[in-house]
């Protein structure tokens, strides 16, 4: 059965982003950007994989990713109506008009019945790029995290995941820190 990982950067009092969707307050480093694009090749944005020349590298780890509109929207007001070309993309949103891009999937009904499906199919594992309301919605079907840990306190904006109080276990399976400050937990769901 296929896994859904949430791979996500996070503050250290734990927001994915400001109050206006703000992330270029992350500091990232080349030796960072150098693991991110090597190990996590599926799962960068199609733009970054041909700057590195990987367009046509194989998927190893993922071959979905799934978010919601608001994770979704910036890339499509970019004019990109896939901004992970190479993974089947999925976008769950009840208000998002159909992109006419064949490899996005707009999905209006539940998330947690989809995700079901996906995971019963074969192939690569799934992976979850956002957002809050999203990772929230699918808390009870997230396997994995990789939590980029940015040392940068933020004060407000969007958390982690929005849930009802509703703690989850997770046991720790790597640490790593990098040059940037920055260190990359890998968990994997107790049950």
Do not use: W
Request: with cysteine.
């Amino acid at each position: 059965m296929r896994e859904l990982t949430y791979y996500i950067g996070v503050t250290l009092d734990g927001f994915i982003a400001g109050p206006a969707d703000e992330v270029d307050f992350y500091p990232v480093s080349p030796a960072f950007a150098e693991m991110m694009g090597t190990e996590l090749a599926d799962i960068q944005p199609a733009f970054v994989r041909a700057d590195r020349g990987g367009v046509d590298e194989p998927l190893t780890r993922f071959d979905t990713v799934l978010m919601g509109r608001r994770t979704y929207e910036p890339a499509l007001q970019a004019g990109i109506t896939d901004p992970y070309s190479q993974l089947r993309t999925i976008v769950f949103s009840t208000t998002q008009v159909d992109p006419d891009d064949p490899n996005v999937e707009v999905v209006r009904t539940d998330p947690v019945a989809r995700v079901r499906e996906l995971k019963a199919e074969p192939g690569l594992d799934i992976y979850l790029a956002g957002g809050a309301v999203l990772a929230g919605v699918l808390l009870d079907e997230l396997d994995r995290l990789i939590v980029k840990k940015y040392p940068v306190i933020a004060g407000s904006g969007i958390p982690m995941t929005r849930h009802p109080f509703a703690p989850v276990q997770f046991g720790l399976d790597q640490v790593r820190s990098f040059d940037n400050g920055c260190v990359v937990l890998e968990y994997t769901r107790l049950r």
